[in-house]
C-alpha cells in the first residue's frame, strides 16, 4: 500500500481455466493482487528508510467488487526506523469507486513494526493513518491528488511528552507513451507535523520524477528522488544523509 516512488503497480491474478469451465463457472466478485519489489532504496516521503541501501519489498491484497478492499504490504527497513527493527508491515482497507471518471479511494492504514524494541518507556512503534485521494484520467495522463492524516500518537511523538499530529499532502501524475511500453511520473508532497519518523523536522516537501518500463509481468523502474531538508537535517546510519537527492533503481514482478 505504501506508495513505491518508481510508480510500479501489481496486477490483477488472471485464473486460467478450459472452455468447458469457463462457461459453467461465473465470474467471481473478487480480485487477488500481488507482486514483490527490488529496490536500490527505499524512501518513505523523501527520506530513506533503509540507510539509501537495497530493499525487499511485497504486496498482497483482495478487493470486491463493490469497491471494498484489504490488504499488507511489507519492505525490508534500516535499525534507525523503528528502534531496532528490521522490517514495516502496513495492513490497510478501504473503499475505492470511479464516478464519471474520478476515482475516489478512502481507508485505514496501520503501520506495524514487528520485533521493534522501545526507544524510551511506554513509547510504541506502531501507528494508524487514515488516507483519501481523487484521482482521473484523461486519455493517457493520469492525474492524483491525495491526503494521509495521523492523529496524535505515540509513535509519532516528537520527545517524551510532546505528541504533535502529521499531515501529508500530495499531488502526483503520470503519462502513459503511447504504442510503447513506457510510462513516466512525476510526484510532490509537502509534510506538516514534528514526528521522529521525519526526524523532527515539521514542514519539507519532498518530490520525484521517474520512468517505467513494462515487459510481461515485469517493471523495470527509475527515478530520481529529493526534498528541501538541508544536509545533516536527516542522518542516518553512518553519517548517511538518508534525504538528500538521489538516482533509485527497481525491478518489480506482478502475480
Same mark, same amino acid.
Given at each position: ?188 508532497? #509537502? ?49 548517511? #544523509? ?14
Amino acid at each position: 500500500m505504501r506508495t513505491i516512488l518508481l510508480g510500479l503497480a501489481a496486477t490483477a491474478l488472471t485464473a486460467i481455466a478450459g472452455p468447458a469451465l469457463a462457461q459453467d463457472a461465473p465470474a467471481s466478485d473478487f480480485t487477488i493482487t500481488g507482486g514483490a519489489t527490488l529496490t536500490s532504496d527505499y524512501r518513505f516521503r523523501g527520506i530513506s528508510q533503509s540507510n539509501k541501501r537495497f530493499a525487499v519489498q511485497g504486496t498482497l491484497g483482495v478487493s470486491h467488487s463493490s469497491g471494498f478492499y484489504v490488504g499488507t504490504w511489507g519492505s525490508s527497513i534500516d535499525d534507525y526506523v523503528a528502534a531496532g527493527g528490521d522490517a514495516e508491515v502496513d495492513l490497510y482497507g478501504g473503499y475505492k469507486k470511479t464516478f464519471n471518471g474520478t476515482t475516489v479511494d478512502v481507508g485505514l492504514l496501520y503501520y506495524y513494526y514487528p520485533g521493534s524494541s522501545e526507544i524510551i518507556p511506554g513509547y510504541n512503534s506502531d501507528f494508524f493513518e487514515p488516507y483519501a485521494s481523487l484521482s482521473h484520467t484523461f486519455g493517457p495522463v493520469s492525474a492524483k491528488v491525495g491526503a494521509a492524516y495521523a492523529p496524535k500518537q505515540h509513535a509519532i511523538a516528537f520527545g517524551r511528552n510532546n505528541r504533535e499530529d502529521n499531515l501529508y499532502l500530495y499531488g502526483e501524475g503520470s503519462v502513459a507513451v503511447p504504442n510503447t511500453p513506457f510510462t513516466v511520473s512525476a510526484h510532490v508532497g #509537502h509534510n506538516n507535523g514534528r514526528s521522529l519518523l521525519t526526524f523532527g523536522l515539521k514542514d519539507y516537501w519532498d518530490w520525484n520524477v521517474g520512468a517505467a518500463y513494462v515487459w510481461k509481468n515485469l517493471t523495470f523502474g527509475v527515478s530520481y528522488v529529493d526534498t528541501d531538508m538541508k544536509d545533516r537535517e536527516a542522518v542516518g546510519l553512518n553519517g548517511r #544523509h538518508i534525504a538528500k537527492a538521489g538516482v533509485l533503481g527497481s525491478v518489480a514482478v506482478s502475480f
